[in-house]
């Protein structure tokens, strides 16, 4: 998807879902569950898991990562 596609669909308001994801347009609702240390990430009904910890930048980055396939998968 080229620059001029972008936004001319982001114009339209026709912007897939996982796009807006990948280009950093979405804010994410995050909640976090103390005792089994999970937190939650989703957007506009896709949801997906992670454990919060040392690791927690590339696991964040990682389920975002799922976010954008289930996305993609369900044509969002």
């Excluded at 804010?27 to 506009?44: N, P, T």
């Excluded at 454990?51 to 369900?74: C, E, M, P, T, Y």
Aim: hydrophobic share 40%.
């Amino acid at each position: 998807m080229t620059n001029k596609e972008i936004d001319i669909q982001r114009a339209l308001g026709t912007l897939p879902l996982w796009k807006r994801i990948e280009l950093g347009e979405i804010e994410f609702e995050e909640m976090y569950w103390a005792h089994s240390g999970l937190m939650l990430i989703g957007c506009e009904g896709i949801r997906e898991h992670y454990v919060k910890g040392d690791f927690a930048h590339s696991n964040r980055r990682g389920a975002i990562k799922l976010l954008i396939a289930q996305a993609k998968k369900l044509n969002l």
